[in-house]
């Protein structure tokens, strides 16, 4: 019984391993690049208030996400209601998406909720965002009229408000090209 045990969770790992290495590699890249976002809005928020931390953020978001794109790594960030129409989700990450909201409904806690997937040749980690108290004063249902008039400004067809705390934001999705 034991052996059996055994030689089942080794054939088991050994299709999960086969991509081990890029999983952590994947998930450092995603924990990097959330760490530096949220210290320039975090910091930034601080010291110059919402509509500035708005500014730094339409600007630096897709820089420290080129940042932390390298060789044959790419990192990005998508939702199903986006804010940055580039960061709009194709058929197959929404349905991604779709699938971590049910996942979220039958009680897996977000920290938990990711995908991997081989796809026409390439890699992917597809890791779930929640919505935590720094995010709601700009993605949440009460904005600053300054903040509203800042995002309309910026992103005029912005979907990415109105979200509570615990909901899922979106996604980071990290590539790794072939
Ligand atoms: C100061 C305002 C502000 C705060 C606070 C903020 N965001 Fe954003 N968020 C933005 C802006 C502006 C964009 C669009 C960035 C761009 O143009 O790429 C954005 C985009 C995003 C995106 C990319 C998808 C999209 O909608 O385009 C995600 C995911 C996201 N934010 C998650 C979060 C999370 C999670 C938090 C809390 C930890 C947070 N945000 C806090 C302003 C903010």
Known sequence: MRSILLFTSLVVSSSVLANSDDAYFARSTVKAFSTDLKNVLVSTMK????????????????????????????ISRTSLKVRNPNNQANEWLNSILLDFEQRKENGEPIANIEHQEQKAGAWYLVKAIPTGQACLACHGSELKPEVKNKLTELYPSDKATGFNLGDIRGAFVVKKHP
Do not use: M
């Not at 897709?62 to 790419?74: K, V, Y």
């Open 47 to 74: 010291a110059s208030g919402p509509v500035a931390a708005i500014e730094v953020c339409n600007i630096s978001a897709p820089a420290i996400a080129l940042q932390h794109s390298a060789n044959e790594w790419e």
